[in-house]
């Protein structure tokens, strides 16, 4: 489970837990609904029932548990959309059905892509999946695995997030760095590679509002650099300094 506190987050999510203090955020669809529901009234007088409703609702809740089961959650990541007061969550889970390592977001990205799940979805109640695609394959079908749970290293800005998976063998990013300039930058909606990664190799980086820090190390030269600046896909034309 990842547990979170603050009324804003209930209120984003659709919480009903009038609870003070920690609360689990949903993993499935069926945990999101059953939250939502809580403390709602049934329409129905005590001692009343329908068996029918109480058997669906009963059968509704161990298919959401049984799902739920299946993730182990490792890591966790919060993102604030400063500009619209919205929060993203990443996680780091493991499918216990084949050990697979997965990133799931949650929350809300108002007229923005955070969430990674593409441009319709802006809203996600529960934790849904993100994809990478494997850039090994030619096709873009296969996904990424990922290897470890230390491998993993997200770095959040004002509207954009990085994701280094693998050591940072492989770099991807959603959002863009500037929101107002929409008219001429793409907004990335689901992970996608770092244009970098062509010819250098990722050591460590960091970024902020509008800048990206990276240190890596050029392929041709095996030479380490400091790269400041933008870079695409976030933006266009990427413009960085070598420090």
């Not at 954009?160 to 693998?166: A, S, V």
């Not at 996608?192 to 890596?216: H, P, R």
């Not at 933008?230 to 300094?241: M, R």
Request: charged share 30%; with cysteine; hydrophobic share 35%.
């Amino acid at each position: 489970k990842i547990y979170a506190v603050g009324d804003k987050l209930k209120k984003i999510l659709k919480i009903k837990d009038e609870r003070f203090g920690f609360f689990p955020l949903p993993l499935t669809e069926e945990e999101a609904l059953a939250a939502a529901e809580a403390g709602q009234p049934s329409g129905q007088k005590e001692g009343e029932g329908d068996g029918a409703a109480e058997d669906q609702e009963a059968e509704k809740k161990e298919t959401g548990a049984k799902a739920a089961s299946k993730l182990r959650a490792h890591r966790a990541w919060i993102s604030r959309c400063k500009r619209s007061g919205d929060f993203v969550i990443y996680a780091l889970m493991e499918n216990t059905e084949n050990s697979a390592l997965e990133i799931y977001s949650i929350g809300k990205s108002s007229g923005g892509c955070l969430l990674g799940l593409g441009a319709d979805e802006q809203e996600a109640l529960h934790f849904k999946k993100l994809s990478f695609k494997d850039p090994a394959d030619p096709e873009k079908e296969q996904e990424l695995r990922i290897t470890s749970v230390d491998g993993v290293d997200i770095r959040c800005g004002l509207h954009h997030t990085i994701f280094g998976l693998n050591g940072n063998e492989h770099v991807y990013v959603i959002g863009c760095y500037n929101r107002s300039a929409q008219a001429q930058e793409e907004i990335i909606s689901v992970p996608t590679l770092l244009g970098l990664c062509a010819q250098y190799n990722v050591q460590k980086f960091d970024t902020e509002k509008d800048k990206t820090v990276i240190v890596a190390e050029k392929k041709e030269s095996g030479t380490v650099q400091v790269l400041v600046g933008q870079f695409a896909p976030l933006v266009k034309e990427e413009s960085f300094k070598t420090a």
